[in-house]
């Protein structure tokens, strides 16, 4: 009887060892299968991948007609970059350089042994084709940057020499792509300016290659083992695209991504609260803006008060920038005044701009409408007429992809609202709004909206974003098609005034003519919002130094190059995928071993008694 009692209860071990086992692989086992493909994806070779998430998917690969100045500056190499500390100008393809006393010829000598991703060399010829191919052409993308270059001389394969027709302010803050003369003189540049796409892999000399671009997906990039500065210290970039903002920032937490760029707000103190991850407001040389077409033609489809200056001005006093602050950055951001921000440059060379307290304009809807009817346009029923009688009505467009600006536009919406504007209000992917923005019908530039909010940058050196307001922009980088002779005069001064401190005031000059004529109201200088993974993964590099972010500065492409998993950080393809389903798996593997040996001895002792 004991002995039939002992065999039931060794059979009922046995059975509930093995069902304990069952059930631990039947749960963990697919776990660690499912969190291993997704990790995985898209990333089948091996490797150390570093992966970065981002909300804005690239437009196009192709520098003359993209925006993606992320993947370019990886890819490509300019002839001069910047320090990432203080974005000051540093040696990148030009080893060194010097100008004549007059500041109009400059020379350039360039880097010795290095080749195209193909293998091909890269000597002199590859500079020279590429400024006349952006002058010869009128590249808008680039135009900013070419201004008063006369002619480009190949003085021998590692020199090359500028001549310009006027001292050039930003002779070294061009940031120009170089690009290879045995790939692109084959490319129809009027094709190069408007469709072409320039499909991986896409041959540069820079530290990465764009070897896969799938829509909706990724960007991968290879990294060049050849580069000059020294291979990167990862073997691939995966550039992540997410249409979910909150899925990104877990994915940050989860150990998914190492690094993600466009993090919302509301997520930043949750990250930081949870150690895996720091979670910072990187300084942006940029500013957020309500864009205005001011195009004054009768091609443009869009309201003709916005030509009226009056009537810009009128709207400037109706926008709360701190309450824009407040709910759509919630506190990331600070009130904009002008189009470079503070706190970014050198103190004894702050291009930032604040108008005087008599000039500033502050929130007040009462004076907003006063000085709309003031300027024309009665309130007649609650409803705001323009100079013919009709109500003024607005499209305002919003970006799909851009929660902050959809909140700051609703915001705007209601103020105009409130002045008797009937506003529409659309939320559009950027795709529609560029092609708004840039209209044409047939080959007459008729741009096709009113007003829109999204995000303006400068270059370490300010000549580029001043372009922006120049008649030479209107259909390129120029957004609002305003044109102003006193501007043009001002920025041909300060584009040809090399001493810095000289060249400041017309800086300043021309920041306030924009903020008279309220060209477009800046709202707020935002900051980058961005995590990284600083706890697994080393060599992360700030730009500039002090306030910057590690990513997306695309002057500064440190960060790519230095960054690296911590010794025994976890796995090395960067995939995330978490170790624990395996290893208890295997423990229990282990222990059910253990356990039906220990009762396999224990029945032997049993049966002997």
């Known amino acids: 009887m004991r002995l039939a009692t002992v065999r039931r209860a060794r059979r009922g071990r046995l059975s509930a060892i093995a069902v304990f086992t069952f059930l631990l692989l039947v749960f963990l086992v697919p776990a660690a299968h499912a969190a291993a493909a997704e990790g995985s994806s898209p990333d089948p070779d091996s490797g150390v991948a570093l992966r970065v998430g981002w909300t804005v998917e690239p437009d196009n690969l192709n520098p003359f007609a993209g925006y993606s100045v992320e993947l370019y500056h990886l890819n490509y190499d300019c002839l001069v970059g910047w320090e990432p500390g203080d974005l000051q100008p540093r040696p990148e393809l030009a080893t060194s350089w010097e100008s004549s006393a007059d500041g109009k010829v400059w020379t350039f000598h360039l880097r010795e042994g290095v080749r195209w991703q193909d293998g091909v060399p890269f000597t002199a010829d590859d500079v020279k084709f590429t400024f006349d191919y952006i002058i010869d052409n009128s590249m808008a993308y680039f135009t ?50 408007t469709s072409y796409q320039n499909d991986p892999p896409v041959v540069g000399t820079g530290p990465f290659q764009i070897v896969e671009w799938e829509k909706g997906s990724h960007v991968e990039l290879q990294a060049n083992k050849s580069y000059w500065r020294g291979a990167p210290k990862v073997d691939k970039v995966l550039f992540e695209y997410y249409t979910n903002a909150d899925t990104m920032a877990a994915d940050v937490q989860s150990g998914h991504l190492q ?41 443009s489809l869009g309201n003709p008060v916005l030509r009226d200056s009056a009537f810009r001005q009128a709207l400037d006093w109706a926008v709360d920038r701190g309450k824009i602050v407040q709910l759509a950055h919630q506190g990331y951001a600070r009130p904009a005044t ?72 609703k915001l705007i919406a209601g103020w105009f609202e409130q002045l008797g504007l009937r506003i529409k209000l659309d939320v559009v992917d950027e795709g529609y709004l560029m092609s708004a923005i840039y209209n044409y019908k047939g080959a007459t530039y008729a741009p096709d909206y009113d007003t829109f909010v999204w995000y303006g940058s400068s270059d370490p050196d300010p000549n580029y974003v001043l372009s922006t307001f120049t008649a030479a922009q209107i259909g390129g980088w120029g957004v609002s098609g305003w044109v102003d002779p006193e501007y043009e005069r001002l920025y041909s001064r300060q584009a040809t005034t090399v001493d810095p401190q000289a060249r400041l005031p017309l800086v300043h000059e021309m920041e306030a003519l924009l ?24 060599g992360w590099v700030k ?24 010794s025994g950080a976890g796995p090395a393809d960067g995939s995330g995928v978490p170790v624990w389903p395996f290893a208890v798996a295997a423990a229990a593997v282990a222990l059910t071993a253990v356990m039906l040996i220990r009762a396999k001895r224990r029945s032997r002792a049993e049966t002997a008694d």
């Not at 903020?515 to 080393?538: G, H, M």
């Open 144 to 193: 900013s940057y070419t201004d008063y270059i006369e002619e480009v001389e190949v003085v021998d394969p590692l020199t090359v020499r500028f001549v310009c027709s006027k001292p050039k302010a930003n002779m070294l803050g061009m940031l120009v792509y170089i690009l290879p003369k045995h790939i692109w003189s084959e490319i129809d540049p009027e094709k190069a300016a």
């Open 259 to 299: 690094a993600a760029w466009g993090i919302p707000p509301a997520a930043m103190g949750k990250l930081n609260a949870s150690g895996d991850v720091a979670a910072i407001g990187g300084a942006f040389n940029g500013f957020t803006m309500l864009a205005f077409n001011c195009y004054d033609s009768p091609d």
């Open 338 to 409: 002008s189009i470079l921000p503070p706190d970014y440059y050198a103190k004894d060379m702050d291009y930032h701009w604040e108008p005087p307290a008599g000039l500033a304009r502050t929130f007040d809807l009462a004076r907003a409408g006063q000085l709309l009817t003031a300027a024309g346009y009665p309130l007649k029923d609650g409803v705001r007429l323009d100079k013919q009688g009709a109500p003024v009505a607005l499209r305002l467009f919003a970006r799909s992809n851009s929660p902050t600006d959809q909140v700051a536009a």
């Open 515 to 538: 903020y008279r004529d309220s060209v477009i109201l800046s709202l707020t200088y935002p900051e980058w919002l961005q995590a990284y993974d600083d706890k697994q993964w080393a």
């Open 543 to 566: 730009s500039p130094a002090t306030n910057g972010g590690v990513i997306y500065n695309w002057y500064s492409i440190d960060s790519y190059l230095s960054v690296h998993p911590r």
